[in-house]
């Protein structure tokens, strides 16, 4: 093996490996790395403290996006297919936490504001380079996966619904109760039967109040039925789990046996 | 059987089928011309968009409208009993979705408007027939009728709860907070114990926001009833999917033979 | 029996069974009653309607409140025990609808009328006597006492929570953003944490709005607990019900005989 | 045994029992002693309460102060190993409950309200005191603990949505519409996807409602996966308990044997 193809193994290994001492020191390092420079765009678009510490903000950006440099010249280095890790969407999470910071190079002038802070907003997506480092989520993203198709049903019920009572509150409150067009009925409906309820928009008038009162009550009983779906899906989960777990390792009706156990530990019989 | 007839039969089979090439074209064609034409309605009922589109989005609407009067004609003519099509909910709403549009040119003064604009937006209902198709619909309709009785229980508890706690927020603010009569107090009941909270009335005194903190704990805790009553019917669903399953097929306690299985992979016996 | 007491067993028949005709009749007129009575209540606090129909009200509200007189004189008629019945929850609600009413002839001033009022809605309350036999609601409250000890405690939590959050945020935000002592502090928390969200008191600084973030995200998580033990307790008993209709009828695994049946209808095994 | 020793162990016993009568009364005496003096605190902050019974209530604080002072110097008294009890969390606590009111005796004057204030609040952590007595938790702390990591990643989802939906929303709003910068933004963000919805920041352009609908309603969707996470929790822990106890006392399917019976009240099995 040519050295050059040995350094680019051990750096595989740091990359993508999670249990060694080198790749969770790289694993970690990424993740401040992520963290903090989220923090600092968020800090950063707040007035008072971009008046204060802007410059400093200006060097942490540069320093921060440097590292996404080195890490995204990494990872398309050791990539057993360029292109396909190029256009895969963590490839492409990790470009766009770079580009932003060079595009502001090309449009220094004041008059560029607004596409400046479009950029500077856009920063912000880095979080999503966080995904990669997490294995928890698979339960939980069964369990969503395997209701996805009931939970879509109920968001199509929830959709016509709230269409026809955001139009006949349009109809019934009017345009001098800040309902002034059916969208923005729409809009009001979806902030009622949600229950969030800001206040902005709310209706004035008795059929107003009445049909809102009963908007509100579907809102609050059918919250029930995403509920239901997601608690019986993730149940049957958890029953599937401990038969299969039974079905396995059957000779004591113990199902949780110890991680490293090799046989059971009470009658013997060697585990797979 | 003469070809007048046969005509007639081939119209069913492209409406009411639901998995040939033509049906399905025809119902994607609906789909997409029913939530267009909600879309166009939606829109031309914000002032900005209907000063620049009007005219667009007004034979838009003719557009849709014949196409819906050609399909109202013909669900009519292959209906086997017409009479109980054009009295059955989804006849009706076929209608009302055209009607409007008619009905404008005998009355064009713009008093109208707000009400056929409502009208046109019930087209939207007409989604839900080409969803009657839909296992997951069938699933969570079964699990809410199952429930229905126990969950109106529920709901006339709160109706007892809300009359009583606004009763005493009548008594307690009084019209100088906002609490001009009882049926307003039992609309901020409802904005209250069902966490939607506008804020547009509001409690001032102390006893009133001691009563609704009350409320407030009441329908944080209590929403958990329907919620239990929906999850608990639903895992008892998917307990006896499984069961009638592994009673159809229980060979080798596999639950989940593949769709297209004819013999359980595993013993070879025929499946139903 | 002399006829006196055959009367008075006929009318106790009347008016405790609820499967023969005269007394159903009795219920469904009484439950008419109430809730007209009650809704006459409510309107006549409105202002602009008492101006209209106050006269006419006045005349119904006397027409209902000899009905529910003569109905309270055969409740006690035909109590066994008479003392027992009036010092009831029942019994004294049952009084408490008919008094306000005699009470405003001798105390004809209007400061009274709000009280007056928020009495005559406790009329509602009787409601609940009527559908004390519904089976749904014995299902609902027995999961909610089975439950009850754990939600208390859950209860509890929420108290020490909101108590500690709302004084941190009376010392944070201060008089000068609408904190004005620590029972505010605690209300807001409590709008807050139950997800209400008036927003007639809302955080300005900083900190102050992180701190109510972080409460705002307990609230969402936290609502998982009682609606947890709630769904955990009725798939509880939904399980325990299958259980003992099944030891009950043991032959053919059917659960669900017949209301009527008296042998099962695949073996005919005569069942209880 | 000397004396001094036996005062100890009975101090020791009454502290730390609860099923002997004097440590329940130590206990009831202890557990109104804290509700009171919180009841107080939070009320002296009311002006016009303090107005009024400021004196009073200083008095009052000085009293409960010294009860819990004995109560500190008893447990630290008759504690096996004092210094683990002092940093204990109980023994921090306790600590914590009394040091404010001796802190102000050293700021009398009028310049250090502020820190008088914060040391007042501070007393509200007495609270905290209570915790000690609740036996009831186990079961809901279990369940929470067992589901922790799932709703860990659960909010680990939650702040990355509101991060980056919080970001686009001050692209889209901006300074004009109240979004002043990003962490306003995110504060907004949670302030909606918990459903909590003050309102004192909504979104005014098209675009942003478009935006906060979709929001909103993820969060009405998702509020689903921490309650299906612990209600599954929950079942798994309920159908547990069923199956331990009946492996327990296995003999006649009675899974809840009376709390005092000896024998199995069906077959007559002793009973562990």
């Known amino acids: 093996m040519p050295p050059s193809e040995r350094f680019k193994q051990k750096l595989a290994h740091i990359i ?3 249990n060694t001492v080198p790749s969770k ?4 390092f990424l993740i401040a790395a992520i963290v903090i420079s989220v923090i600092v765009v968020m800090l950063d678009s707040v007035s008072g403290i971009h008046a204060v510490y802007g410059d400093f903000f200006y060097v942490l950006e540069w320093f921060f996006t440097v590292i996404f440099t080195v890490e ?6 050791v990539a057993t297919n360029r292109m396909r890790y190029a256009r895969s969407f963590f490839g492409i999470i990790d470009l766009l936490s770079i580009l932003p910071t060079y595009f502001s190079i090309f449009f220094p002038g004041t008059q560029y504001l607004l596409v400046i802070r479009f950029f500077r907003v856009l920063r912000i997506f880095r979080l999503l380079k966080l995904v990669k480092f997490v294995k928890e989520g698979e339960y939980v993203r069964n369990a969503i996966l395997a209701s996805s198709r009931k939970i879509l049903f109920f968001l199509f019920f929830v ?13 019934i409150e009017g345009e001098e109760h800040g309902f ?6 729409v809009y009001w409906a979806i ?3 949600t229950t969030v309820g800001y206040g902005d928009i709310s209706p004035q008038t008795i059929p107003g109040r ?21 608690s019986a899906e993730m149940a049957s989960m958890n029953e599937q789990l401990h038969a299969d777990l039974s079905k396995l390792n059957s000779c004591c009706k113990i199902i949780d046996h110890d991680g490293d156990a090799r046989h059971c530990k009470e009658c013997g019989k060697p585990l797979d």
């Open 72 to 77: 995204y010249g990494m990872r398309l280095y």
């Open 159 to 171: 959709m016509v619904t709230v269409s026809i009572i955001g139009a006949l509150m349009y109809l």
């Open 25 to 28: 020191m790289f694993d970690l």
């Open 191 to 193: 902030v009622t039967i």
């Open 210 to 230: 009445a049909l809102a009162a009963m908007l509100m009550i579907i809102g609050y009983s059918i919250i029930a039925v995403p509920t239901g779906i997601v």
């Open 180 to 185: 002034h067009s059916i969208p923005e009925g």
């Open 16 to 18: 993508f490996d999670y």
